[in-house]
């Protein structure tokens, strides 16, 4: 039941990034990655990793791709015209893609006796808000402070770099 | 019950679309949700192996990439938005300023 679950899931995920990749107008690859980033949440919850699989739907599903669609709807992007069978450069690119990815996943096959098969007994509790948060006050706290400081900078910078006149 | 290497071999898979989403699209913005997909696939293998090895420090890895991310995706956007500004273009084959 389990096992059926994660296939469902992981297909849902792949099907939906290929079909973002592919699409050649912009606001449909947009919502394929929004699809995306929910089966990645789910996939998450399968970890039972509670928090990180919210948070991913907030930030990730939610605010940053309001974000991507609003600049697309801000600017007239044409269709792009884009092939897979172009020149030699294209070519070289799928065969390299493709053996990579065969490559990771003979190494992943091959190491798979090794890996742990099920999830360790304390899974439950490290994925609960309470325990991340219990971590991120107290052994993360200046990481967690620095990750303000970096949100500020990066909302002053953005303004910045949109805005009209440099003056 | 599901084992480590499946989930790393999704992860794996959902990497390697976004690197060749990369390479091969032309559009700016849609490089750049690439780049998102391939954060999101590392952030997978991430939170795989720390609840597979009862370890949380993957999770609270996991928490400050989406916060850089946040920041990566204002930054990134406003620099689209600015290149378009002064370009009239989001076409990365046009953007070749620096192109020696």
């Known amino acids: ?167 | 019950m599901t084992s480590l290497s499946n989930y790393l071999i999704v992860s794996a898979i959902l990497f390697m679309i976004g690197a060749g989403g990369v390479m091969f699209r032309k559009n700016v913005i849609v490089i750049f949700m690439c780049i998102e997909l391939m954060l999101n696939a590392v952030n997978l293998t991430l939170i795989a192996f720390s609840q597979f090895l009862g370890d949380q420090q993957g999770q609270i890895l996991v928490f400050f990439v989406m916060t850089v991310a946040a920041a990566e995706a204002a930054v990134g956007l406003a620099i689209v938005i600015s290149i378009y500004r002064n370009r009239e273009t989001v076409d990365i084959d046009q953007l070749n300023l620096l192109k020696g």
């Open chain 1, 1 to 167: 039941m389990n096992e059926v679950v994660f296939w469902i899931l992981a297909s849902g995920a792949i099907i939906s990034a290929l079909l973002m990749v592919t699409r050649k107008s912009v606001v449909p690859s947009a919502l394929m990655l929004i699809v995306t980033f929910c089966f990645l949440a789910a996939l998450y919850l399968t970890l039972n990793a509670q928090f990180l699989a919210v948070v991913q739907v907030a930030v990730y599903a939610g605010a940053i791709m309001v974000l991507v669609v609003f600049v697309i709807m801000l600017l007239n992007i044409r269709n792009e015209r884009f092939s897979l069978t172009g020149n030699w450069k294209t070519i070289i690119g799928v065969l390299g893609v493709v053996g990579i990815l065969a490559q990771m996943i003979a190494v992943f096959m091959m190491a798979s006796e090794k890996l742990p098969k099920q999830l360790d007994a304390k899974a439950i509790e490290l994925g609960t808000v309470e325990s991340i948060g219990m971590k991120l006050y107290t052994s993360y706290a200046f990481p967690f402070e620095m990750a303000s400081i970096i949100l500020i900078a990066a909302a002053v910078g953005a303004i910045v770099l949109a805005k009209k006149k440099l003056s």
